[in-house]
T-cell receptor, first 122, second 117 residues
Framework: NAGVTQTPKFRILKIGQSMTLQCAQD?????MYWYRQDPGMGLKLIYY???????DKGEVPNGYNVSRSTTEDFPLRLELAAPSQTSVYFC?????????????????????FGAGSRLTVL | AQTVTQSQPEMSVQEAETVTLSCTYD???????LFWYKQPPSRQMILVIR??????QNATENRFSVNFQKAAKSFSLKISDSQLGDAAMYFC??????????????FGTGTRLQVTL
């Protein structure tokens, strides 16, 4: 069971170039997320998706685009790369639970992360 | 908006000793989840422990336990019998617990734990 797979692991871009970070999960999770981690900082949410065809902005969406055409895949597109986008990018997924109250199963609301993609924009 | 604060950028502990990492958070919600994630040099984010706010009992996972003080909005992580493999960056995180919603995590800035012989 591969979990969450991100490609590429490393990439160097020139200012103004575009690229797509790929993310795939094989756990049939409804929810998927993209985070970025700047040096010495915690992770910040870029975009998330609650299911195929549905995406929404997180805390730091500017300069990025996402799509979710299947349950498994959630690519992150960088248009016109800028030095400020130099960061480590993490994709994650989680299960959903439809029910009442806060008494969720132990696996719900727990994110499974990919190994990260280090992007440098020069 | 929720915020998570980790006031200890770095901590050090001797092997086999106990260390406590601090975390405070701010929220207006009554139901939520709190997490500690470990990030070793490999960069992989690994869940250490999870606490559900409605539970009064502190969560434990083997050598890892938390001290959850809901009124004080404090959520510290205690690592007992520290091992060299515990050396990593530790992140405290918060998420809402509303059912059917995405688990959007808010992270603290992390505490780097060193384990010495």
């Amino acid at each position: 069971n591969a979990g969450v797979t991100q490609t590429p692991k490393f990439r160097i871009l020139k200012i103004g170039q575009s690229m797509t970070l790929q993310c795939a999960q094989d756990m049939n999770h409804n929810y998927m997320y993209w985070y970025r981690q700047d040096p010495g900082m915690g992770l910040k949410l870029i975009y998330y998706s609650v299911g195929a065809g549905i995406t929404d902005k997180g805390e730091v969406p500017n300069g990025y685009n996402v799509s979710r055409s299947t349950t498994e895949d959630f690519p992150l597109r960088l248009e016109l790369a800028a030095p400020s986008q130099t960061s480590v990018y993490f994709c994650a997924s989680s299960t959903s639970f439809i029910g009442r109250g806060a008494h969720l199963p132990s696996g719900a609301n727990v994110l499974t992360f990919g190994a990260g993609s280090r992007l440098t924009v020069l | 908006a929720q915020t998570v604060t980790q006031s200890q950028p770095e901590m050090s502990v001797q092997e086999a000793e106990t260390v406590t990492l601090s975390c405070t958070y701010d929220t207006s919600e009554s139901d939520y989840y709190l997490f500690w994630y470990k990030q070793p040099p490999s960069r992989q984010m690994i869940l250490v422990i999870r606490q559900e706010a409605y539970k009064q009992q502190n969560a434990t996972e083997n050598r890892f336990s938390v001290n959850f003080q809901k009124a004080a909005k404090s959520f510290s992580l205690k690592i007992s019998d520290s091992q060299l493999g515990d050396a990593a960056m530790y992140f405290c995180a918060y998420s809402t617990s509303r059912t059917g919603t995405a688990s959007k995590l808010t992270f603290g800035t992390g505490t780097r734990l060193q384990v010495t012989l």
